[in-house]
């Protein structure tokens, strides 16, 4: 898989779990500053975590569902 560097494509990313933590991190971190992510995760801590690890480097939405994601997104990613 390889990951564009154009910051106007939106990024998508369901599950933050113990698997997806470290899949979303290392995809927000190669994405460009700009570029936006968007992600679906039930757990209200767990996303609060990752967002303020994150805020450093770049910006982070939260969707309510994966179907959110999906709408907001151009490149979808799930750890399922």
């Known amino acids: 898989m390889s990951i564009e560097t154009d910051p106007s494509i939106r ?3 369901i599950g933050i779990g113990v698997m997806g933590w470290g899949m979303a991190m290392n995809l927000r971190q190669k994405i460009p500053k700009e570029a936006k992510m968007v992600i679906c995760e039930i ?7 990752f967002i303020q690890e994150v805020q450093s480097k770049g910006a ?3 969707a309510n569902s994966p179907k959110e994601v999906a709408e907001q997104s151009v490149s979808l990613f799930n750890s399922w």
């Open 11 to 13: 990024y998508g990313f």
């Open 60 to 62: 982070v939405t939260v």
């Open 43 to 49: 757990n209200e801590s767990r996303r609060n975590q």
